[in-house]
């Protein structure tokens, strides 16, 4: 680690017979509010988190099987996740301050890592301190465990932290979950979090080794259609791979380490270039920027893509898919990709596309849309307006109630796409309507935590 803590103490009020490290003063982090002593002592881990990770496989019997008959390497494993569920399921709704202490510990340890992430580092600690807990709970259980891993690995290269931050990463954990748990704090808790780190991180590793790099990308387009909204075109320095309907995060000059994911307004290009459309959304860091402030010639960096739906082109059963704002990018990749199955001779499903916005302005693909319609009679289009209830070629109103009174959609495969708001919207639609959930796919059109 590049920082290490002061000389160890044992303070009055310290708990007996435990090794305590002070924090050094001028890397102390800010106590949380129901600490407010002129001290501030930070319970360490009696043993530092090893640097070389246990390898698993994690090989877990089922839960018939008498504990007696469970071979002890594997009882370790169990006990290190069930302590980390025991003391988590209770801390979970202190999330948000847990990992300021997470954060403002981590920077102390190793203030080298400081830079990796946004200046305003609470919401990043907060997602990479959920998705390593997520992985260390999940160590016993195989069936959750791959997915559990794989979002840590994408925690850990967004943030660009190799295994150099494994140990100051895992020491600021325990310590700030410790610092919260209180009486949750079970004796041996501290070997079994530090277990269960160990567990997780070897292969979150091995899953961030997989995980396609960083690439730069030049903007060579960039157009703002009204004062929220920008078309932005770029060209990577090399192919980002990604399936129709994906998003790729990114990060803009303008907010370093900041990553937001947008999505590529179209099917992969044979050029390689991808086109986001952005809308400023209020208060936002990013996308006022990107919008306001973009330029032909800046360098972007694209990561990895992720998500999206998995559309057969074929299937029976036919296709809906419901689109607000900005989601329209969506909509339009799963458009040329289908368009493109039909070109090659695929006898593509029926699809109907309803794409919603509140000003005409909003609807500007629809042309794009109309276009790719023109030669495909198993694809319609549908444009709803909310400002413009006059204009007989849209649907008046929003998209969801345009969707509610074209429906019920019982027998579709649904993919909705658009801001938070409506894509609960639409998903509570359809479910009332009686559509059932897992026919039904959408991204979460945030990565907001909810902080
Ligand atoms: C899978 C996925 C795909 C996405 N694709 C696109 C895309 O193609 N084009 C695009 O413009 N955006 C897209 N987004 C949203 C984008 O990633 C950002 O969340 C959004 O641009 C806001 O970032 P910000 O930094 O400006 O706002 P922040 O500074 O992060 O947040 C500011 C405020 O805005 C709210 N907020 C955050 N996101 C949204 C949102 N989407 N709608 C309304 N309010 C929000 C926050 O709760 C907060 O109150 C996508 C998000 C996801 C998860």
Redesign the pocket.
């Known amino acids: 680690m590049s920082a290490e803590p002061a000389e160890p103490i044992g303070p009055s009020g310290a708990r007996p017979g435990r090794l305590l490290r002070l924090v050094p003063t001028t890397n102390r982090p800010t106590a949380p509010a129901r600490d407010s002593t002129a001290t501030t002592v930070i319970p360490a881990a009696p043993t530092a988190p090893p640097t070389t990770v246990l390898a698993a496989p994690v090989t877990v019997p089922p839960p018939t099987t008498p504990l007696s008959a469970v071979p002890a390497a594997d009882l370790v494993v169990v006990r290190a996740a069930e302590a980390v569920r025991a003391v988590w399921s209770r801390l979970a709704a202190s999330e948000a301050e847990v990992a300021h202490w997470f954060g403002a510990l981590l920077f102390s340890l190793a203030p080298g890592l400081r830079t990796h992430f946004p200046a305003q580092a609470d919401p990043a600690a907060r997602r990479l301190l959920r998705s390593t807990v997520a992985a260390m709970a999940a160590v016993d259980r195989p069936g959750e465990l791959d997915a559990a891993v794989a979002a840590l690995a994408r925690e850990l290269r967004a943030l660009e932290l190799d295994d150099t931050a494994d140990e100051p990463l895992g020491v600021a954990l325990v310590g700030a979950v410790r610092e919260f748990a209180g009486d949750l704090w079970a004796p041996g808790a501290d070997d079994a979090w530090v277990r269960a780190f160990s567990l997780a991180a070897g292969p979150a590793r091995a899953a961030a080794a997989e995980l396609p790099g960083v690439v730069g990308a030049t903007v060579v387009s960039h157009r703002r259609l009204s004062w929220d909204l920008a078309v932005v075109e770029v060209e990577p320095d090399s192919p980002v791979a990604h399936r129709a309907g994906q998003?790729v995060s990114v990060e803009v000059p303008q907010?370093p380490c900041?990553w937001?994911?947008?999505?590529p307004?179209g099917a992969p290009r044979a050029d390689g270039r991808l086109e986001?459309?952005?809308?400023?959304?209020?208060?936002?860091?990013?996308?006022?920027s990107v919008v306001a402030h973009s330029r032909s010639g800046e360098r972007w960096r694209i990561g990895p893509a992720e998500?999206g739906p998995v559309v057969d082109p074929g299937a029976e059963r036919e296709l809906l898919v419901v689109v607000g704002g900005?989601g329209a990018?969506v909509a339009l990749a799963i458009c040329e990709d289908l368009v493109g199955h039909a070109a090659a001779g695929v006898d593509v499903r029926p699809t109907t596309v309803m794409v919603g916005g509140r000003t005409p302005e909003d609807l500007h693909t629809l042309d794009r849309f109309a276009d790719l319609a023109g030669g495909e009679p198993w694809l319609a289009i549908v444009g709803a307006c909310e400002s413009d209830p006059f204009d007989t070629a849209l649907a008046p109103g929003s998209v969801v109630d345009a969707m509610s009174r074209s429906g019920p959609w019982l027998e579709h495969d649904v993919v909705v796409a658009g801001?938070?708001?409506m894509i609960r919207a639409s998903v509570a639609a359809l479910l009332a309507d009686g559509t059932p959930l897992d026919r039904i796919h959408y991204?979460?059109?945030?990565?907001?935590d909810g902080s």
């Open positions: 998003s907010r900041l937001r994911r947008l999505t307004a986001f459309h952005v809308r400023a959304v209020e208060g936002g860091w990013v996308s006022r998500g900005t990018s801001s938070p708001a991204d979460p059109f945030t990565d907001d």
